[in-house]
């Protein structure tokens, strides 16, 4: 394992070989943290902010080069109204505190979900840091907003349909690439780790198309005390796994 006193060019040479490219997290555990605590939930919410500061700072100085946060789920707006505008209020800090250190540390900010569910202010601070972010090209961090996994292949299968329907493409052309770009990830490659906190191993609704061949890390860590070293397990914990892609292992893996 590294620890923080291991100077950063040594992490960055350490990490060369295999590094996962792209990362998605689910972020749980923060409510369970504060009620253990005693306090209420939104204040899991806010120490949580502080490993996202510490995770996206790690994720930059590794050299990964996507980082996906599931911040907030479609489902997630049953909660508690306190709770749902505590978080949206975090969400408005977040990025507005952090714009300018996330530029200097190259990160470029990307939402997916159906932002436009979001409180209006919300939408406006985000979509303002994202224009601010647009030119940088180290790490892209992406923030799951009012996202649902379902809802997004829906919305791939209803894009395609009209596309058969207009006789932009034929039904043939149809695969697993062209799926692919309709959801909102298009862009990005599909993550190569999923981790997920506080001890469920359960996927929620998260990226389901885009996991198919993730590797998997379930910590018993509850997110807002997830920190770089636990991060830095998960990631060294990757770079022991053999990733077979269905083949077997004398075959070069199709990346
Ligand atoms: C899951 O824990 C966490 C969330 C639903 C919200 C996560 C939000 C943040 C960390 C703050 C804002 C995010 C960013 C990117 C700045 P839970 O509440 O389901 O925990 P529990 O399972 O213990 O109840």
Same mark, same amino acid.
């Given at each position: 394992m590294l620890h923080d006193s291991q100077p950063t060019e040594l992490k960055k040479k350490i990490y060369t070989q295999s590094l996962p490219e792209h990362v998605a997290i689910i972020m749980d555990g923060n409510g369970r943290w504060a009620q253990e605590r005693r306090k209420p939930r939104v204040w899991g919410?806010? &120490?949580?902010?502080?490993?996202? +500061?510490?995770? @996206?700072?790690?994720?930059? *100085?590794?050299?990964?080069?996507?980082?996906? $946060?599931?911040?907030?789920?479609?489902?997630?707006?049953?909660?508690?109204?306190?709770?749902?505008?505590?978080i949206m209020t975090l969400l408005d800090t977040f990025v507005v505190r952090e714009r300018k250190e996330l530029y200097e540390n190259?990160?470029?900010?990307?939402?997916?979900?159906?932002?436009? &569910?979001?409180?209006?202010?919300? +939408?406006?601070? @985000?979509?303002?840091?994202? *224009?601010?972010?647009?030119?940088?090209?180290? $790490?892209?961090?992406t923030i799951a907003l009012s996202y649902g996994g379902r809802t997004e292949i829906s919305a791939a299968c209803r894009m395609i349909a009209e596309k058969v329907k207009n006789h932009e493409?034929?039904?043939?052309?149809?695969?697993?690439?062209?799926?692919?770009?309709?959801?909102?990830?298009?862009?990005?490659?599909?993550?190569?780790?999923?981790?997920?906190?506080?001890?469920?191993?359960?996927?929620?609704?998260?990226?389901?198309?885009?996991?198919?061949?993730?590797?998997?890390?379930?910590?018993?860590v509850y997110w807002p005390d997830f920190r770089r070293e636990h991060f830095l397990d998960a990631i060294q914990s990757y770079k022991n796994r053999k990733r077979r892609f269905g083949l077997v292992e004398s075959v070069q893996a199709p990346i």
């Open positions: 919410h806010k &120490k949580g902010v502080e490993s996202v +500061r510490a995770v @996206v700072k790690t994720a930059g *100085e590794v050299g990964i080069k996507y980082l996906t $946060l599931y911040a907030f789920s479609e489902e997630n707006w049953g909660r508690p109204q306190s709770e749902v505008s505590g190259n990160v470029r900010l990307k939402t997916i979900g159906r932002i436009e &569910k979001l409180p209006a202010k919300t +939408r406006k601070l @985000v979509q303002e840091t994202t *224009e601010y972010l647009k030119d940088n090209d180290g $790490l892209t961090l493409i034929n039904v043939d052309q149809i695969d697993s690439e062209l799926f692919g770009q309709h959801l909102s990830t298009g862009s990005i490659p599909d993550p190569d780790l999923l981790i997920r906190t506080s001890g469920e191993q359960r996927i929620s609704n998260f990226l389901l198309w885009q996991i198919a061949y993730s590797e998997l890390w379930f910590s018993t």
